[in-house]
């Protein structure tokens, strides 16, 4: 045991003793990203998720009770078209401050102008039934008769709670099933075209805005579509072109 | 050069440490103790839970389990943890309600206990409001109508004076004046043991048995978003705790007597919320509900299936409320049930490590 210690020890000096290559070029800074959450202008978090009562782009007056998603696969990409990719996927709970920030293991990148991708959900590379132990401890898996892997999104709610006959909606996006033992893959690639200048360390505001998800280019009639939904191709076809524009780049922190 | 140098460091440093690690010939050093994982355990989800400051040791699970089981903890030598936690119930109460030793009843269903260590909010009792195994421990002794304990200073006193307990904390924790710390400490150490990993479905996933149809639809009943849609809530097979152990109003009530988690909290949107419990062992541990309020599991299949009732914090994933639910047929409900009950784990309560000596 020792001897391991002592091994791993040295391993780290001899991390921290090498010459970086870069040392003489141009600086590197470390990027973390910072998720806030909005339904249009108004700042949805823990404290008022669950009593925000907001109007759909259809007109439905709806409540939240709960907004957990999936994004993985970060890619800063500079004016060369250079790609830097970040290890590792984001998983949200809205009800969770503690969840919103994402600072990715490895992420030195040169200081430039970037542009940001991201993949909503996991790409079917990613989306490997069961193989994700934080992610199966949130219980957050996609049956499998329904192509399996995992949620991309779970949005549970109430919707018409301004009559007496409110019901509740589950918009959950995952992998589409087109028949029995057929899917389609349904994640979507977020690019946002938004340049975003990195001159020191800097902290990355992406914000989500929840009214898009029922808004652009499908405006979604709860009363049609409510639950359930995950099995139901077309409404996973709609997610997935309502996601494009939830995502924008907000603030940048130095 | 460098690596030479430090590595010479480094060995001075270790050789250093080493000799100040030695122990005292007369300190008793209690022997780590390897939690028995299942193998599906390992490779879906994360590690459990242990305190640093209250590492498994095999001196201190076996002082929790005696204390578990011995009455010395209540307050006229009538009760233990283990009255109320049957270990063939999986360790519930098969009364709807737990008699303490007054006579009186506590107010809601005793809750299993297993696979705990996997609780990772750590949060306990139906509504979550004692954070840690430890804390939990510590109010049983003292509920009227639990162990009926006015303060902890004279189960203390009595633990101080026995004649084997003392020495068996010393061995545990190397300490000689016995505290309600060290107490709940030590049944923590024994709750974290209690692990159930070996039911029928298990050994499926395993590979070594297979479903019937009619426990094969049920599974498919369970997972079906458009019949049981059970597995928001309880798990799925890559989730084998068979909970999420997060707080729901699952429809039970059009207005509450029982706030919940909104007692908790102080929050109205928390109110008629309780933890999700785990399905494993159903055959063991009815009746069901926080307040035990169904004798059957045809009852609680029953109440999500057309008897639900809407209410302002009804969780929206209990669909089609105002239909009383999601209506399953005859044959789902059967077979649903047949489900569920591959879910039970004879060899945990039959497990003799968990049983008193």
Same mark, same amino acid.
């Given at each position: 045991m020792k001897r391991t210690i002592l091994l791993l020890i040295l391993a780290s000096l001899s991390f921290a003793c090498h010459e970086d290559p870069d040392d003489n070029t141009t600086p590197l800074a470390s990027i973390a990203f910072n998720f806030t959450h909005h339904w249009d202008d108004t700042l949805i978090n823990s404290t008022n998720l669950q009593t925000e009562i907001v109007t759909n782009e259809n007109g439905e007056v709806i409540s939240m009770s709960r907004i957990r998603y999936l994004v993985s696969r970060f890619q800063l990409i500079n004016t060369s078209g250079d790609v830097y990719t970040f290890d590792g996927y984001k998983f949200t709970d809205?009800?969770?401050? @503690? @969840?919103y920030n994402f600072t990715p293991e490895i992420n030195n990148i040169p200081t430039g102008t970037y542009t940001l991708r991201f993949i909503w959900g996991f790409n079917e590379a990613d989306n490997m039934d069961g193989a994700y132990q934080d992610l199966n401890t949130e219980n957050w898996s996609w049956p499998a008769n329904l192509g399996g892997g995992y949620h991309f999104l779970q949005f549970d709610g109430m919707y018409n709670v301004d009559t007496t006959a409110s019901s509740p909606f589950n918009y959950h996006n995952g992998t589409a099933r087109v028949s029995d033992g057929v899917f389609e893959q349904n994640f979507a690639v977020i690019n946002l075209d938004t340049p975003i200048l990195i001159s020191s360390d800097a902290s990355i505001e992406v914000k989500m805005n929840i009214a898009e998800f029922f808004k652009n280019p499908n405006t979604w009639d709860l009363n049609v579509l409510d639950t359930p939904l995950m099995p139901n191709y077309d409404a996973q076809k709609m997610m997935q072109e309502n996601v494009m524009s939830v995502f924008t780049i907000g603030e940048i922190s130095f | 050069m460098r690596y030479w140098i430090a590595l010479c460091s480094i060995v001075l440093v270790v050789l250093s440490c080493s000799k100040s690690d030695e122990t005292p010939a007369s300190a008793y050093v209690p022997i780590p103790y390897q939690l028995d994982i299942p193998t599906l355990f390992q490779e879906k989800l994360i590690d459990p839970i242990i305190p640093i400051n209250n590492p498994l040791t095999v001196e201190g699970v076996a002082l929790g389990k005696r204390l578990f089981f011995d009455r010395i903890l209540s307050i006229d030598n009538t009760k233990a943890c283990a009255s109320c936690h049957l270990p063939q119930q999986a360790f519930s109460d098969p009364n709807q309600l737990s008699v303490g030793v007054s006579g009186g009843l506590g107010s809601r269903n005793s809750m299993p206990l297993f696979n705990l260590a996997w609780n990772f909010d750590d949060k306990y009792f139906w509504d979550g409001h004692a954070l840690g195994l430890e804390q939990q421990a510590l109010e049983p002794v003292i509920d009227p109508n639990e162990?009926?304990?006015?303060?902890?200073s004279s189960v203390e006193q009595k633990l101080n004076n026995h004649p084997e307990y003392p020495t068996l904390f010393n061995q545990a924790f190397g300490v000689s004046t016995i505290t309600k710390e060290l107490v709940t400490k030590a049944i923590a150490q024994f709750e974290r043991t209690l692990i159930s990993g070996n039911s029928k479905f298990d050994k499926f996933l395993n590979g070594e048995v297979t479903l019937t149809p009619q426990e094969q639809n049920g599974f498919d009943v369970f997972m079906d978003e458009t019949r049981g849609d059970c597995f928001h809530c309880h798990g799925n097979p890559n989730n084998p705790l068979w909970t999420d152990n997060q707080f729901h109003n699952n429809g039970l009530d059009a207005s509450f007597t029982d706030l919940g988690l909104g007692e908790v909290t102080g929050n109205p949107n928390d109110n008629g919320k309780f933890r999700s419990p785990s399905l494993r062992n159903l055959a063991y541990t009815a009746p069901y509900m926080h307040d035990g309020r169904f004798a059957t599991l045809d009852e609680v299949i029953e109440q999500y299936s057309t008897g639900l009732k809407a209410s302002s914090t009804i969780d929206p994933l209990m669909k089609k409320v105002d239909q009383g639910g999601v209506n399953l047929s005859d044959q789902d409900k059967a077979d649903l049930k047949a489900f569920l009950l @591959?879910?039970?784990?004879?060899s945990f309560i039959n497990n003799p490590a968990f049983l008193p000596q």
């Open positions: 809205v009800s969770d401050e @503690t @969840t | 162990l009926g304990h006015s303060d902890w @591959t879910l039970s784990d004879p």
